[in-house]
């Protein structure tokens, strides 16, 4: 069955520290990635996508991902986080079935805490 | 622009009452919708998915259903609640670009 698998649960880091965050998925055809962010008491927000093109992919806030087709895998980075990054990451695979529907799947999650 | 309505925002409903949960999508035609569970350290579970008006597709066996009876609307129910269907329950739309979710149900079975 087609998994997504985040690896690191929790992270803390301090400001300014760099960030990645490892994203493995378990399907071999065509897939569409995603990173979505959740805030403290907030909705769930798009980060970023890809879909085709370039494998590295700039997102909102300063975030980006590449992805690695060889390895199943979908990082998201960032250089430089601040405290306002505070928040639960859910790495999310959407495959295309042979009969034309996507079947999203997401992966458990990752909890950042950034300390000032 | 597209929108996503999902009530109520929260519910305490005892064991064994019915529940039913709405979600209505706008500016948007024949979109596929979902229906999430969040629970904490476990990320996001998918119940139930449509594309299409009366097309439901089932991820997991469980004690919910869905329907769809309109383009744009998505319902989540129960005949009887469990103690175990407690959690925050997301709709969520896509057209294949992503998906967009609502601000989700806290429901509390007590």
């Known amino acids: 069955a087609q998994s997504v698998s985040q690896h690191n649960h929790h992270v803390i880091l301090s400001e300014a520290a760099s960030l990645e965050l490892g994203c493995n998925y378990s399907?071999?055809?065509?897939?569409?990635l995603f990173w979505y962010v959740q805030y403290p008491g907030q909705h769930l927000q798009l980060l970023l996508k890809?879909?085709?093109?370039?494998?590295l992919v700039k997102g909102i806030k300063g975030f980006e991902a590449e992805f690695i087709k060889s390895k199943f895998s979908f990082n998201l980075r960032k250089p430089s986080v601040q405290w306002s990054d505070t928040a639960e990451y859910f790495c999310a695979v959407n495959l295309l079935t042979s009969g034309g529907s996507y079947i999203p799947t997401f992966g458990r999650g990752t909890s950042l805490i950034v300390h000032p | 622009s597209q929108t996503i309505h999902q009530w109520p925002a929260t519910l305490v409903q005892p064991v064994g009452s019915p529940l039913s949960l709405e979600c209505t999508v706008e500016?948007?035609?024949?979109?596929?919708l979902y229906w999430y569970r969040q629970a904490a350290g476990r990320g996001l579970q998918l119940l139930f998915y449509?594309?299409?008006?009366?097309?439901i597709s089932s991820e997991v066996p469980q004690n919910l259903s869905a329907s769809r009876p309109q383009d744009r609307q998505f319902i989540l129910s129960s005949k009887k609640l469990l103690l175990s269907d407690s959690g925050f329950y997301l709709c969520?739309?896509?057209?294949?670009?992503?998906?967009?979710f609502g601000s989700g149900t806290r429901l509390t079975v007590v």
């Open positions: 969520a739309w896509s057209d294949g670009g992503g998906y967009t």
């Open positions: 890809y879909f085709s093109g370039d494998p």
């Open positions: 500016g948007t035609s024949n979109p596929n």
């Open positions: 449509s594309v299409g008006i009366g097309q």
């Open positions: 399907y071999g055809g065509t897939v569409n």
